[in-house]
């Protein structure tokens, strides 16, 4: 049974930092592509950022240079390092890991079949 359960949303002011965690159970995390996605009311989900076995990232032009992805694999815990916050980044951010083992990096939420329930991030101008 897979399980992924993100933590470390919360409310923040403009400028500021989040951590978010997203703990992996019943599946590998190293030997798959994961990914951080969000979604805002009203908005479609979109991808935020994508990190695969090999330790390649990607990252949707939004977010380059202030998100980071990253991952322990010794806890089997993904990570998203959120810096410099703006309200525009308020959403409900989910954790996903593809299927397939070894899978490529992709930003597009069909590809991934394990999803978190999600945690909000709420940033305030």
């Known amino acids: 049974h897979v399980q992924l359960v993100e933590s470390g949303g919360g409310s923040v002011e403009a400028g500021g930092s989040l951590r978010l965690s997203c703990a992996a159970s019943?599946?590998?995390?190293?030997?798959?592509?994961m990914g951080w996605f969000r979604q805002a009311p009203g908005k479609e989900r979109e991808g935020v950022a994508s990190?695969?076995?090999?330790?390649?990232?990607r990252y949707a032009d939004s977010v380059k240079g202030r998100f980071t992805i990253s991952r322990d694999n010794a806890k089997n815990t993904l990570y998203l390092q959120m810096n410099s916050l703006n309200p525009e980044d308020t959403a409900m951010y989910y954790c996903?890991?593809?299927?397939?083992?070894?899978?490529?990096?992709?930003?597009?939420?069909?590809?991934?079949?394990?999803w978190g329930q999600g945690t909000q991030v709420t940033v305030s101008s």
């Open positions: 990190l695969d076995n090999g330790g390649s990232t």
């Open positions: 019943g599946i590998t995390a190293s030997r798959r592509a």
């Open positions: 996903a890991a593809r299927k397939f083992l070894y899978s490529t990096l992709t930003l597009q939420d069909g590809d991934y079949g394990y």
